[in-house]
């Protein structure tokens, strides 16, 4: 062999050996462990995503996603202590450490990801922003909303959506912005707009929640924008950033294969499916790629469920809100949920 191959030989090797090699935790997993907790900032207060009950116990989409992440680092799902942030403040929040995480129904954008020393992970609820209207106004579109007053809040991409809405159809829709979710559903129930805008599935929470009839409101067809949701973290530490994302990914890989809260023990002694295996740690250890033990997902899915048992939980048509699956689908379902393979 030529001497003069041998250092880019040697980077080959050492290339392909770094894939085999155990992940360090990283310094927010450190100080997740020294503190003893996950701190998950969430919303102050929207059904089927987080919200607490009279006994400040938390709930939701949002709030599983942190349990779930909780199980796989520390061990247990309960070990996680939930910060109520209101939109203005979130960003903050995750930026000065006061939360690890950031699980509050929070859109996936260029700027977010790009300008603000946040990452994004994964896609846990793939939404769109749609406009609910008094039945009694007999408006059946967004299209008839020309002229009208929308209630909306501000800080959030819901604000900047309808003005680029209103401009592209010339409607001339009037804002009426509010810095606080209850200002806000407090002015569209009292009559002061004529319409509230926020994502689709806000929409049905907020008419399941706060509406004297919720019959009584509809939520237009049209969504006007993407809305995919899911939990940021702040860049700079990727070992967090990949345990975040990959937990979210071993929900959706736990659907697809069948694991459930229910079978997961029985699967992990039993099963022969390799694939099986490797998610629940039986016959390979995918969690030191992750600075994690070997049944970081096993955890993880025997606290929450898989992401379709979290989805009906929550949201889904047997729940409150009874939205359905749609775009939150499996894949081979006829939905986009499609996550990478753990291997």
Not at 87 to 99: I, K, M, N, P, T
Not at 203 to 224: F, G, W, Y
Request: a positive charge; hydrophobic letters at 40%; charged letters at 20%.
């Amino acid at each position: 062999m030529n001497l003069k191959q041998l250092p880019s030989l040697l980077a080959t090797v050492l290339a392909l050996g770094a894939f085999a090699l155990p992940a360090h935790a990283g310094k927010t997993v450190d100080a997740i462990k020294a503190r003893g907790q996950v701190l998950c900032g969430v919303h102050t207060g929207l059904a089927g995503f987080s919200a607490a009950d009279s006994n400040g116990k938390w709930s939701g989409i949002d709030v599983d996603v942190c349990r779930a992440v909780a199980a796989a680092t520390l061990g247990d799902g309960e070990k996680v202590k939930y910060v109520p942030l209101v939109a203005q403040s979130r960003f903050a929040a995750l930026q000065s450490g006061e939360v690890d995480v950031l699980s509050r129904n929070t859109t996936f954008t260029l700027t977010r990801d790009a300008s603000m020393g946040l990452s994004q992970t994964a896609v846990v609820y793939y939404d769109g922003q749609g406009f609910m209207v008094p039945v009694k106004s007999k408006i059946k579109s967004a299209k008839q909303l020309k002229g009208q007053t929308v209630c909306v809040q501000s800080g959030t991409t819901t604000e900047k959506n309808l003005t680029d809405f209103s401009k592209a159809n010339s409607l001339n829709i009037k804002p009426v912005v509010f810095e606080k979710l209850d200002a806000v559903e407090g002015a569209y129930f009292s009559g002061r707009c004529v319409a509230y805008t926020t994502d689709a599935s806000g929409l049905a929470s907020v008419r399941n929640k706060s509406a004297k009839n919720p019959a009584d409101h509809l939520i237009l067809p049209e969504l006007i924008s993407k809305e995919p949701l899911g939990p940021m973290v702040r860049r700079g530490d990727d070992e967090w950033a990949a345990i975040v994302k990959w937990t979210v990914y071993g929900l959706l890989e736990a659907e697809e294969y069948g694991i459930t809260s229910a079978n997961v023990d029985d699967l992990k002694a039993n099963s022969k499916d390799p694939i099986v295996g490797r998610i629940l740690g039986s016959t390979e250890d995918s969690g030191k790629l992750l600075g994690l033990d070997k049944e970081w997902m096993a955890r993880a899915v025997k606290t929450t469920g898989n992401y379709g048992e979290i989805f009906e939980r929550n949201v889904g048509p047997k729940s409150a809100l009874q939205l359905p699956r749609g775009l939150n689908n499996l894949w081979n379902k006829g939905g986009i949920q499609y996550a990478p393979p753990i291997r």
